[in-house]
Every structure is written in C-alpha cells, then in structure tokens.
T-cell receptor, first 110, second 118 residues
C-alpha cells in the first residue's frame, strides 16, 4: 500500500518562483527519498535524507525532514520550465523496499 | 553503464494473449523490483528479487502474473492471459544498497514498458 502522501497533488508556478512540495509518511523510517518523473519516462532519484538528518541540499534542491511529524518537504528554488515533472517521495524503513507516494505534478510556466 | 534496460518500450496486445516484459538491471546491482503505474493506483510494487531470489511477491495481483530472474542480468514479468485492466506502465528498477558508505537503497528505474491490452 502507498504510505507516503504528497501535498499538493498539483502545483503550477511561474518560472523563477520557488516550488514547495510536502510529503507525509506513517511509520518510522531509515531514510526518505525524492524522485522526479518526466512525462513518459522512468523515475529519477534526486536526493536521499537519512532519519538522523534534518536538512539536505543539492544544487537548487533543499529537503527537510521532521521525524516527529513524519513529514518531509522538497523545495526547488528559482524554478525552470525544465523542472516540469511529477515529484514523488519514497520512504524506507531500512529494508530494500521503498514505499512511494502518489506524487505532486509540478508545472513551471515560462 | 547503460542504466536499467527494459523491452519492449510499448506493447499492444489483445485480451487473452500472453505478454512478456523484459528487464536488464544495472550490472552489480543485487536487488531488482517490478512496479506497475496507473493513474488510479499510482506506483505499485509487484515483486522484488534479491540475489535472483524472489523475496516479496505480495504485490502480484493474481495468478495471471509471474516473474522470474534466472540470472543476475535478466528478469521477466509475464502476464497470461492478459486483460484490459492490466493496461499500465510497467517499470523495472534495480538497486545496490550496500555499495556506498552506508545503507543507501536508491533505486534506478528503467524507461518502462507501456502495455495496452485491447
């Protein structure tokens, strides 16, 4: 079953603006990951944050993790049209499996 | 590395026919996953293998679905007989959780097979 839930389901912003997506999960995790999926393509790993980390950066991406609230957020700064995609969070309880949410569809308007 | 390779990329078949989807994981990865993605249900894990052994097939919808991994470089997902409700995009992903300094179970996805059952 899908454990992660992203919010919002869809987001439309202007190029140059920041985009924030949220994810909630239900059980204790070892790490939480974010993936991007362009239309008609497979998922691509963006960033992984471990349960003992609170914030992580990668280029224009910033991920936060609040284990007390069982939530994470993905911030994309200075968005570009090429950032248009669906974004998924995936939680890991420490096994090989990941539990994916249903995704946030981001549209960046040029 | 070429990444995860899936074939065919598109498959259109008629109800009742057998469908075989193929996957070649990234060399050296010891975990392989089959997922199904639909608008209604999102991304569902069907089965995963570790070191060629099926570990969890609880996501396989029914007996019409079967998966094999005869060696470390090849896996198949078979649907027999196929039904219109099997129409979806099927992804294969691989992973090597212990390749880095810690447990890092990042998954690498193939491009998917878009299956249409008429």
């Amino acid at each position: 079953s899908q454990q992660g839930e992203e919010d919002p389901q869809a987001l439309s912003i202007q190029e140059g603006e920041n985009a924030t997506m949220n994810c909630s999960y239900k059980t204790s995790i070892n790490n939480l990951q974010w993936y991007r999926q362009n239309s008609g393509r497979g998922l691509v790993h963006l960033i992984l944050i471990r349960s003992n980390e609170r914030e992580k950066h990668s280029g224009r991406l910033r991920v936060t993790l609040d284990t007390s609230k069982k939530s994470s957020s993905l911030l994309i700064t200075a968005s570009r049209a090429a950032d248009t995609a669906s974004y998924f969070c995936a939680s890991s309880a420490g096994s090989y499996q990941l539990t994916f949410g249903k995704g946030t569809k981001l549209s960046v308007i040029p | 590395d070429a990444g995860v390779i899936q074939s065919p990329r598109h498959e259109v078949t008629e109800m009742g026919q057998e469908v075989t989807l193929r996957c070649k994981p990234i060399s050296g990865h010891n975990s392989l996953f089959w997922y199904r993605q639909t608008m209604m249900r999102g991304l569902e894990l069907l089965i995963y293998f570790n070191n060629n052994v099926p570990i969890d097939d609880s996501g396989m919808p029914e007996d019409r679905f079967s998966a094999k991994m005869p060696n470390a470089s090849f896996s198949t997902l078979k649907i027999q007989p196929s039904e219109p409700r099997d129409s979806a995009v099927y992804f294969c992903a691989s992973s090597d959780p212990f390749s880095g300094t810690g447990f890092d179970n990042e998954q690498f996805f193939g491009p998917g097979t878009r299956l249409t059952v008429l």
